[in-house]
C-alpha cells in the first residue's frame, strides 16, 4: 500500500500505473491511512436510528484490513485530489466527485480494499472520493432496511457532496457513485430511485437532487427491480467470471438492458477472477488494472 517501500523512480516505472500512483501518494505525504475529514450526514441523528445508540464496532484482519459493523451514526470520508506539496486542486469549474460504497453483505463493511483504498487512488488522479459508512440492514438484531435506511444513506452523502461541493472543489454536475457487492447494490438503486428534492425542506441538503451523475458498480448484488429508462446515469460494470453466477451472468444481462434502454454502459469481466478482489496492493494480472480502466471511462464520457 501507500506506505510500503520507498522505490526509487525506476523501480516506480516498473510497477503497475496504479502502483507507481499510490506509491507517489506515500511519498507526498498524504498516504491511505492519513487522518481524514469524516463528516456525519445526520449531525443530529439519522433518521429512524436505533436507540440507543451504541458505538461501532472494528475488527483488523490478519492481512491487516478494517471491518466495521454496528454503524447507526452515517459518514463519509473526504478525499480530495491533492498536487505536488500537497494543496488541494482548485483549477478549473471543480473535479468529479464520487461516492464510494464498500461492500460486506449489509453485516458489515469491508473499509479498506473496497473504501479507502479506492478513494486514495481516486484522490491522485484528480478525483474527489467520499467513503460511505451506512447502516446495516442485515446485521444481527437490525431494524434497519437496504431499501429505507441504506439507500437513504447513500442519497444523503450524494446530496451533501453536492451542498458543499463548492467548499471541496467538486463540480456538482459530476457526482457518481461507485458500490462494491453489497455496496453495488446500493450504487444501483441510487441511480435508479432519486429524487430532485424538495425545494421547500427545512434542511438545505434535502433541497437538492439525490441523482449520481454516473454510476460504477464493481461486482455487484444486482437489485431485482432496476427500474431502467433512459434517464438512467451511464453505467460502467465490472466483475470477475468466476464469481456467482448471479453476479458474473448479471451483469452481463444488466449491461443489455441498459443498452436496450438507451443508457451508455461499459462491462468488463475478467476470466478466472472470483469475487472481492477491491483495491488491493497484491492484486495481479488484468484485474489489476481497473481502476485505470474505469478513469480512462470517466475521461471518454466526459465525466
Known amino acids: 500500500m501507500a506506505g510500503r517501500g520507498s522505490g526509487t523512480a ?19 505525504g498524504v498516504a491511505v491511512g492519513s487522518p481524514r475529514e469524516v463528516v456525519t450526514l445526520w449531525p443530529q441523528g439519522a433518521p429512524g436510528a436505533q436507540q440507543p445508540a ?32 500537497g494543496a488541494v486542486r482548485t483549477a478549473g469549474s471543480g473535479s468529479t466527485g464520487v461516492v464510494v460504497i464498500p461492500g460486506g453483505g449489509h453485516v458489515e463493511i ?15 488522479h484528480g478525483i474527489a472520493a467520499f467513503v460511505l459508512k451506512y447502516r446495516l440492514a442485515r446485521a444481527p438484531g437490525s431494524a434497519y432496511t437496504v431499501e429505507g435506511s441504506a439507500l437513504a444513506d447513500v442519497q444523503r452523502a450524494i446530496r451533501l457532496v453536492r451542498t458543499r461541493s463548492a467548499e471541496w472543489h467538486v463540480d456538482p454536475n459530476r457526482i457518481g457513485v461507485m458500490g462494491f457487492s ?19 425542506a427545512a434542511d438545505p441538503i434535502d433541497r437538492l437532487s439525490s441523482r449520481p451523475a454516473f ?42 438492458s ?37 478513469v480512462e471511462w470517466l475521461v471518454v464520457r466526459g465525466l
Open 215 to 256: 454510476e460504477a458498480l464493481i461486482y455487484p448484488a444486482i437489485p431485482h427491480d432496476m427500474r431502467l429508462s433512459k434517464e438512467t446515469p451511464p453505467t460502467f460494470l465490472l466483475a470477475g467470471a468466476d464469481d456467482a453466477p448471479a453476479i458474473s451472468q448479471g451483469v452481463a444481462t444488466l449491461y443489455l
Open 54 to 85: 451504541t458505538a461501532e464496532t472494528l475488527r483488523v484482519t490478519e492481512q491487516g484490513e478494517r471491518v466495521v459493523s454496528n454503524v447507526h451514526a452515517p459518514s463519509i470520508t473526504v478525499y480530495l485530489p491533492v498536487k505536488s506539496g
Open 182 to 200: 453489497a455496496g453495488g447494490e446500493l450504487a444501483a438503486l441510487a441511480a435508479t430511485r432519486y429524487g430532485s428534492g424538495d425545494e421547500k
Open 110 to 124: 469491508w473499509m479498506d480494499h473496497e473504501g479507502y483504498n479506492v478513494a486514495a487512488y481516486l484522490a491522485a
Open 258 to 294: 441498459l443498452r436496450q434502454a438507451g443508457v451508455p454502459a461499459e462491462l468488463h469481466l475478467y476470466d478466472g477472477v472470483g469475487h472481492g478482489f477491491g483495491l488491493r496492493f497484491s492484486n495481479a494480472g488484468p484485474v489489476s488494472e481497473w481502476p485505470r480502466q474505469f
Open 10 to 28: 525506476g523501480e516506480m516505472t516498473r510497477r503497475r500505473p496504479w502502483q507507481a500512483a499510490w506509491l507517489t501518494l506515500g511519498l507526498c
